[in-house]
């Protein structure tokens, strides 16, 4: 029957059905889509890195091309301009470029650059000085000063075979804070606390900077480190803690030889404004005692004012006589200081020498000592002495200012 005849086919066909391969359902492994998917980031990070720096690379190009315009034109500035506007222009790009620009004290700056220019001509005695640092020297030459109270003298100084830029200590005032501290005469001064850090005096600059960092402010502690000789031929090194203060310089003391009381020994520590009255004082109190014969100890005087020395010495040569005489470098005398009458008001005042005081002292049998730091005016002093009268020079040879 057609029924069966169908069913029959039906079983052939579920028969050969059951003998083929089964057809299977494809899956994917988690650590291969895992892997799929770092790949697929990886390569847009890649294409999205790769479009950034082209980017960035247009972007410098832009920025170095708008800073060599920059240069370009202040080059051409230059060109056009003076020695000095290369300064301006100096400024200008860091004012514009530097990272620091917003912490720029701009007057603070130029003093540095002008310590800069003075320093560069190779000039040693050549500084520069702010006015306040005018004003403390000012102060100082007036014979009136705060800060510690001492004379020093820049010197080269070798310990353990390192060397050293020390203040060799030539005086203490009396009744100073230097006095009062144990600093005495023959100290080395080699580091000064800044900050709460020690440092040479060359990290602070020189001698110029480092002075005016040990004066500091009235009623501040200076704190020094000195090398002191440890009476076995070396030297230890020795920390003062010093008030800062006021004193008042005596630049002139003096005293009878214990020895043969002819003998006058007049020490004269510095040439301050107030050293020429101090001066003919120390000179008329010896003669009051009878001395004939004076010493002038001029060791260790770093030297001083001119007024000073012009007075000191007009006491001491006949009127007229050339003290020293300034010659530019092509050979022109450009000053010249003779002894001499002159009057002065003010802080100068005690420089002033009367027409009857001028070669007071002309007559005096003298002998000057001198040693390697006898400088500058103290210098002057010595050589109008031994020009004009002769006198012997016992010692060592001076400093060389």
């Not at 059905?17 to 994917?28: G, I, M």
Request: charged letters at 20%; glycine letters at 8%.
């Amino acid at each position: 029957m057609n029924y069966n005849d169908n069913n029959k086919n039906t079983q052939i066909n579920l028969s050969q059905n059951s003998n083929a391969t089964p057809k299977q359902e494809w899956r994917c492994p988690v650590s291969v889509l895992l892997a799929l998917l770092s790949i697929a980031i990886v390569a847009t990070m890649l294409c999205t890195f790769n479009i950034a720096s082209k980017w960035i690379r247009a972007q410098d190009s832009v920025i170095i091309e708008e800073q060599q315009q920059t240069i370009d034109e202040l080059l051409q500035v230059l060109q056009e301009q003076g020695d000095f506007e290369k300064l301006q222009v100096l400024a200008n790009l860091l004012q514009r470029y530097s990272y620091y620009s917003n912490e720029f004290d701009q007057e603070e700056m130029l003093d540095e650059v002008m310590r800069a220019y003075a320093q560069a001509t190779g000039d040693k005695y050549a500084a520069y000085y702010t006015e306040e640092e005018y004003a403390e020297i000012r102060s100082d030459n007036a014979g009136e000063g705060f800060g510690i109270g001492v004379n020093v003298v820049q010197e080269s100084f070798t310990v353990n075979g390192k060397d050293y830029l020390t203040f060799y200590v030539a005086k203490v005032f009396k009744d100073s804070p230097a006095a009062g501290s144990g600093l005495r005469i023959g100290d080395r001064v080699y580091a000064i606390e800044v900050d709460g850090e020690y440092k040479s005096i060359e990290q602070l600059g020189g001698y110029t900077n480092a002075l005016s960092v040990i004066r500091g402010e009235l009623g501040t502690t200076a704190k020094l480190r000195v090398f002191r000789e440890d009476g076995s031929g070396g030297y230890t090194s020795v920390e003062f803690s010093i008030l800062r203060g006021t004193y008042t310089t005596e630049s002139v003391s003096y005293r009878v030889s214990e020895t043969d009381a002819s003998v006058g020994i007049v020490h004269i520590s510095e040439f301050d404004l107030q050293t020429p009255l101090q001066f003919k004082q120390a000179v008329l109190a010896l003669q009051a005692q009878n001395v004939e014969h004076f010493i002038f100890d001029v060791r260790n005087n770093p030297g001083g004012d001119l007024q000073s020395i012009k007075a000191v010495l007009s006491y001491l040569l006949n009127d007229g006589d050339l003290i020293l005489s300034a010659i530019d470098n092509n050979g022109n005398r450009v000053l010249s200081v003779y002894a001499e009458a002159e009057t002065y008001t003010g802080s100068a005042e005690g420089c002033s020498v009367l027409p009857e005081e001028v070669g007071m002292f002309a007559g005096l049998d003298i002998v000057v000592l001198c040693n390697g730091n006898t400088a500058s005016a103290a210098e002057v002093f010595t050589a109008s002495l031994r020009d004009h009268k002769n006198a012997p020079i016992i010692g060592e040879t001076t400093y060389g200012k």
